[in-house]
T-cell receptor
Framework: GNSVTQMEGPVTLSEEAFLTINCTYTATGYPSLFWYVQYPGEGLQLLLKATKADDKGSNKGFEATYRKETTSFHLEKGSVQVSDSAVYFCALMTLTALIFGKGTTLSVSS | DTAVSQTPKYLVTQMGNDKSIKCEQNLGHDTMYWYKQDSKKFLKIMFSYNNKELIINETVPNRFSPKSPDKAHLNLHINSLELGDSAVYFC?????????????FGEGSRLTVL
């Protein structure tokens, strides 16, 4: 079946540190892949996406590359800010719905 | 104007009661969803409707009954509430047939069952 596995959190970083959140997936075919972000007390927002192998999604300094050979879609940011503190969800699109990973909580301190 | 709005935002109730959560979207989307987020932040799809027709019904107790009076609304009714129903319920919508995966989420409805 379709599933998404992401690294367990919480991830705690100092401002300007480098961020990586690992995500791997299991799916039939080549689904579109996504990162969603949930800020405290809010719903989820699309952060970035990639729809085919080797595509790189990017937004707000975050990047992720669709790697077919490793079935991965790791999220990276070169220099995190306090305002990046949130829960990050990796997801894949099936024919009918988004399937989410368990979420990784990021906490950035100044 | 809020794109996807849910009411109520907070709901505290006793076990055994029946409650409803309402959702409305003004984006003109054809597909709407209910997701449940547990205390560990895990998000699970519950239902999906496309043009008022049910297209996903995951393994959810039949105490949960979604109703879509029109394609802009998807309400969730829960009978005989149990402690384990305590969670945040998110409504979302997307354009029909989209492969872009962009779902627009409401702010969530936090249900606490005592």
């Amino acid at each position: 079946g379709n599933s998404v596995t992401q690294m367990e959190g919480p991830v705690t970083l100092s401002e300007e540190a480098f961020l990586t959140i690992n995500c791997t997936y299991t799916a039939t075919g080549y689904p579109s892949l996504f990162w969603y972000v949930q800020y405290p007390g809010e719903g989820l927002q699309l952060l970035l996406k990639a729809t085919k192998a080797d595509d790189k999604g990017s937004n707000k300094g975050f990047e992720a590359t669709y790697r077919k050979e490793t079935t991965s879609f790791h999220l990276e940011k070169g220099s995190v800010q306090v305002s990046d503190s949130a829960v990050y969800f990796c997801a894949l699109m099936t024919l009918t719905a988004l399937i989410f990973g368990k979420g990784t909580t990021l906490s950035v301190s100044s | 104007d809020t794109a996807v709005s849910q009411t109520p935002k907070y709901l505290v109730t006793q076990m055994g009661n029946d409650k409803s959560i309402k959702c409305e979207q003004n984006l003109g989307h054809d597909t709407m969803y209910w997701y449940k987020q547990d205390s560990k932040k895990f998000l699970k799809i519950m239902f999906s409707y496309n043009n008022k027709e049910l297209i996903i019904n995951e393994t959810v107790p039949n105490r949960f009954s979604p109703k879509s009076p029109d394609k802009a609304h998807l309400n969730l009714h829960i009978n005989s509430l149990e402690l384990g129903d305590s969670a945040v319920y998110f409504c979302a919508s997307s354009a029909m047939g989209t492969t872009t995966g962009e779902l627009f989420f409401g702010e969530g409805s936090r249900l606490t069952v005592l």
